[in-house]
């Protein structure tokens, strides 16, 4: 469910907001991945404390238990909860866009650097020198590029091989 940032700010105290703030759209891109933690760290925490308190208002109002301590200062921990569990979800959902935007950047810096690395070994820095007189006849080596079968080819062959033997087998 969402909630307007009206109706946040008129349940939590100003240093509750000021963290909740941070979440909301334009703020949470300014965030670096620390703070992130550092805000889910503390989000978590305020969660926690809100789902406490309501299971033990539920817990007074059905007549399980006695009450213990103080009734609570804190009016609608339940609306308190999902306002603390909204932010930690988009604090969430912000980290792993962030992870997921290094990741990449790492991975297409690999994928540059073996480009790079595969172009240079196809070009040999020195040619060979050729047939000499003295050495006589030597094989030449062979110009065609190399292909080798994917290991993961032959093992989908003769897994589809034994699939089909065992059917066979099932069969008499």
């Not at 963290?19 to 925490?45: D, F, K, N, S, W």
């Not at 926690?48 to 309501?54: F, I, P, Q, V, Y």
């Not at 999902?82 to 990741?103: S, Y």
Request: glycine residues 6%.
């Amino acid at each position: 469910m969402s909630v307007s940032c009206k109706f946040e700010r008129s349940l939590l105290s100003h240093e509750e907001h000021e963290t909740v703030r941070v979440t909301h759209h334009p703020a949470i891109y300014e965030q670096g991945a620390e703070e992130l933690q550092a805000l889910r760290v503390r989000l978590r925490g305020l969660r926690d404390k809100e789902r406490t308190l309501t299971r033990r208002r539920q817990r007074d109002v059905r007549g399980k238990a006695e009450p213990r301590g103080s009734p609570g200062t804190v009016e609608r921990p339940l609306h308190r909860k999902q306002i603390f569990a909204a932010a930690l979800k988009r604090v969430n959902k912000e980290l792993g866009r962030v992870h997921a935007l290094a990741a990449r950047t790492a991975h297409m810096e690999a994928a540059w650097r073996a480009l790079a690395l595969r172009r240079a070994a196809k070009f040999e820095p020195h040619p060979p020198a050729g047939d000499t007189a003295h050495e006589g006849m030597r094989a030449l080596p062979s110009r065609r590029r190399r292909t080798t079968v994917s290991p993961r080819k032959i093992g989908t062959t003769s897994q589809a091989t034994k699939r089909a033997q065992a059917a066979r087998d099932s069969q008499t």
